[in-house]
Nanobody, 114 residues
Framework: QVQLVESGGGLVQPGGSLRLSCAAS????????MGWYRQAPGNQRELVAR???????KYIDSVKGRFTISRDNAKNTVYLQMNSLKPEDTAVYYC????????WGQGTQVTVSS
């Protein structure tokens, strides 16, 4: 079955960087749109960034110019490079795969704090 495993979260100071990875298995990775979502306490889960099978990307306004989503189809992995992190980026980040159905990873915590 489809499995998505995130890694790379942690504690970072404001202005710092993190790179999240999501390794996929049990699927034909290259045909899926892949996304990163996040959910902060008390908030709804929101789409942060998305990349299509054709490498088209989109971002929410609050992360444009700071975050970059990319994919490596040879490694069945999607990445989220996060630079200039802010305290408001603190959340659990989830990997999503979409092709007719949605699949989710277990999430990885990102905490931005001094």
């Amino acid at each position: 079955q489809v499995q998505l495993v995130e890694s790379g979260g942690g504690l970072v100071q404001p202005g710092g960087s993190l790179r999240l990875s999501c390794a996929a298995s049990g699927m034909i990775f290259s045909i899926y749109a892949m996304g990163w979502y996040r959910q902060a306490p008390g908030n709804q889960r929101e789409l942060v960034a998305r990349i299509t099978p054709c490498d088209n990307t989109k971002y929410i306004d609050s992360v444009k110019g700071r975050f970059t989503i990319s994919r490596d189809n040879a490694k069945n992995t999607v990445y989220l490079q996060m630079n200039s992190l802010k305290p408001e980026d603190t959340a659990v980040y989830y990997c999503n795969a979409n092709f007719n159905d949605d699949y989710w990873g277990q999430g990885t915590q990102v905490t931005v704090s001094s």
